[in-house]
């Protein structure tokens, strides 16, 4: 990531003022970054409050920490424990994750490497079917569920969620697996080396990292998703997404304790997501932005 | 749905191809890895589609079952004709379009503050994005609970904190979500989403060419001029892919409507009005109806988004 400091500048023909110029813009950098993400920050702060210093007006910032919320949220005052919807949460996104990268590896491989004839319409349908909003399919989906005994079952979100991130991933993965040179796969079959052994030498080392961010970025999307858990899952089946909603309306509102839940279900996206940023972009972008 | 904006692109040269006798074979042995993928996509995005597309042309309470009866389009006008769902349809586009512009403006802002190097960027870079990488129900719970709570809030308990040290005795108390419910909905979202501007700008300002960055400084032109006449046309490309991905994606935003209002006071957005009128009102033929409208609308915004991925995407394949 260098940005424009690939313009080549040295220290000595910065003038005075603009050094000091500089300087300010990189203060209202950390003023716009500290302020922008203020909220979520204080959503960490109040989750380590307790009850009662957390719903104050105006705020208390030097109330004492404690843990209680954490503690409530996972079942510390006799409540529900969120262990349940946790792991399913945690299952149906790694599921649908296998899922996805199964079949779109191969797809990616043959629009990119062993290239099928009018690979770019064949792209454009992918994505085109993510354009495809979500409630449009929700109801027949939601009859299919009920009347094949599929409701409250995790099963058919993991269906659901790899048909929503696929397009994402065989766009992503083709872009990835794109950047390997053919010429070197053409020098390793001429060697005699195989598929098998084609792919694990020549194609994972260069693509192995864009393959692990497309993972991550599928992971993510499957966790977030409340739409789709919200109607057809319950009692079972029931996502951490879902898990916060219902959390609110059965606990009364205990500020501190939101908080805590919200922390603790943002958690692994919010690790995953530092980790990958750059691959994050690019895979939002469906593979356009490089 | 097949959005087909394809039309004018042309097919890259496809990889010489050695002309063999067994070429039908071969053909069917590329496309093989193909297959899986494009059989589970068509079956289980578009055949739902094509159920919905049934539906909506049936009068279909599920609460009467034995009522059910084909009524041809008349579903479709009642959602243009019914006062709340034709709201809905106005309140989509008016979320959409300002969550969307304010989002590019401000992300493009954060763009410019960090293509420099300063102390501590990477940092900066990780608080901004920030946002984006909560899960959207808890940044919409963190908003209506922990922001906008008139009692104790934190907008709210700012005021205060202001009002006593400017010694105001009674400082207003605004009641954010019933007094503002969509401005409250949209600052949400605005917040979830400039960070994802923010990072597409940022790539398209650090894919500048340097050479010719340095040039237009050797022949004196100023940041501002620099801006408007380099830098502006460089990201253009970018600035439409920002915002019609990002339309794409808040047209069809469910999770910040439902948990901030529950689609109330003139905030139920078509998903949120589709939701509603099948899960609450069961009212399956109307919600299928609605359904079908808001895939039209975003076919039509698809279908420009398309056109430019696809115009960036061969500029990538000319490239290769």
């Known amino acids: ?290 | 749905m097949t959005v087909t904006a394809t039309r004018e692109t042309p097919a890259p040269p496809a990889p010489a191809r050695k002309p063999g006798g067994s070429g039908r074979r071969r053909a069917w042995a590329t496309r093989a890895p193909l297959l899986p993928a494009l059989v589970f996509l068509i079956a289980v995005t578009q055949l739902p589609f094509v159920a919905t597309l049934v539906i909506s042309l049936f009068d279909w309470n599920s609460l009467k079952p034995e009522k059910r009866h084909f009524t041809g389009l008349s579903n479709y006008a009642s959602v243009f004709t019914d006062e709340a769902l034709r709201e809905s349809v106005v309140t989509t586009v008016v979320l959409t379009a300002s969550v969307v512009l304010v989002s590019v403006i401000l992300g493009l802002a954060f763009a410019l503050l960090l293509d420099r190097t300063f102390f501590g960027r990477g940092f900066v870079r990780t608080l901004l994005i920030t946002p984006f990488l909560l899960v959207p129900v808890s940044a919409a719970l963190l908003w209506k609970h922990a922001l906008y709570n008139p009692e104790y809030g934190l907008f709210n308990g700012a005021l205060t904190w202001f009002g006593d040290l400017f010694g105001i005795e009674s400082v207003a108390q605004p009641e954010w979500t019933s007094q503002m419910p969509l401005i409250a909905i949209e600052a949400a979202l605005v917040w979830q989403w400039t960070p994802f501007m923010m990072l597409i700008l940022l790539a398209g300002l650090q894919s500048r060419p340097a050479e010719i960055m340095e040039a237009a400084r050797l022949d004196g032109a100023g940041p501002w001029q620099t801006f408007r006449y380099l830098t502006l046309p460089h990201l253009r490309r970018y600035l439409e892919l920002g915002i019609l991905l990002g339309s794409v994606y808040i047209v069809q935003n469910f999770d910040a409507v439902f948990t901030i209002t529950s689609g109330g006071l003139g905030t139920a957005n078509l998903p949120y009005t589709v939701y509603e009128t099948f899960y609450r009102a069961h009212e399956y033929g109307l919600a299928s109806a609605a359904g079908v409208v808001v895939v039209v609308g975003t076919i039509i915004i698809a279908t420009f988004a398309l056109r430019v991925v696809s115009s960036l995407f061969r500029e990538e394949a000319s490239r290769a």
């Open chain 1, 1 to 290: 990531m260098s940005a424009s400091t690939a313009i080549p500048r040295s220290a000595n023909t910065l003038s005075r003022r603009a050094r000091r110029r500089s300087a300010a813009l990189g203060a209202a950098a950390w003023a716009v970054g500290v302020g922008f993400c203020l909220p979520a920050l204080w959503m960490v702060l109040t989750s380590f409050h307790a009850e009662a210093d957390a719903a104050t007006n105006p705020p208390s910032l030097a109330a004492a920490l404690t843990l209680d919320g954490y503690r409530t949220f996972f079942g510390g005052g006799g409540g529900p424990t969120p262990w349940p919807p946790l792991v399913n949460s945690l299952a149906a996104s790694f599921f649908s994750t296998v899922l996805v990268l199964l079949l779109a590896l191969p797809a990616a491989y043959a629009l990119s490497i062993r290239r099928v004839r009018k690979w770019t319409d064949v792209m454009f349908f992918f994505l085109s079917t993510k354009m495809l909003p979500v409630v449009a399919g929700l109801l027949p989906v939601y009859l299919f569920a009920k009347n094949t005994g599929l409701l409250d079952n995790i099963w058919l979100l993991v269906l659901l969620y790899t048909s929503m991130n696929l397009p994402i991933a065989v766009w992503m993965m083709q872009s990835f697996l794109a950047d390997v040179p053919v010429s070197i796969i053409e020098a390793a079959q001429v060697d005699g080396a195989r598929l098998p052994t084609v792919l694990r030498r020549v194609v994972a080392p260069v693509a192995g990292p864009g393959i692990a961010a497309t993972a991550l970025i599928c992971f993510i999307f499957s966790w977030n998703e409340l739409l789709f858990a919200r109607v057809l899952t319950g009692v079972v089946a029931g996502t951490a997404p879902v898990h916060l909603t219902t959390f609110v309306t059965s606990q009364g509102l205990f500020l501190a304790q939101l908080c805590a839940a919200s922390v603790v279900v943002s958690l692994p996206v919010l690790v995953a997501g530092y980790a990958a940023q750059d691959k994050l972009v690019q895979g939002l972008s469906l593979g356009a932005v490089k």
